[in-house]
C-alpha cells in the first residue's frame, strides 16, 4: 500500500518519517478558509476529504499520464 501525505507540511512529513513510515508528498490546492457557523471537527474533516480527494485525483492523473504510449507520427 502506497502513503501519500496531500500536505506540504515539513513537521507533518518530519513526524512520519520519525514513526517510520515510507511515504509520497502530493501538495493540492484547497481552500482552508473555515465556513460560517463551521465546528472544528467539521472543519478538520472537510479538510482532511477534500484534500484526499484532490490528492487522489492527482495521483490517477499522473499515473493515467504515466501509462500512455506516445504518438506515432
Do not use: H, Q, W
Amino acid at each position: 500500500m502506497r502513503l501519500i501525505l496531500a500536505s506540504a507540511s515539513p513537521r507533518r512529513a518530519e513526524l512520519l518519517r520519525a514513526a517510520g513510515y515510507l511515504f509520497d508528498t502530493v501538495t493540492v490546492e484547497v481552500d482552508e478558509s473555515p465556513r460560517e457557523g463551521e465546528l472544528p471537527a467539521g472543519y478538520v474533516r472537510r479538510l482532511a476529504t477534500e484534500k484526499s480527494v484532490m490528492a487522489d485525483l492527482k495521483v490517477r492523473a499522473t499515473c493515467a499520464a504515466s501509462r500512455r504510449k506516445p504518438r506515432r507520427r
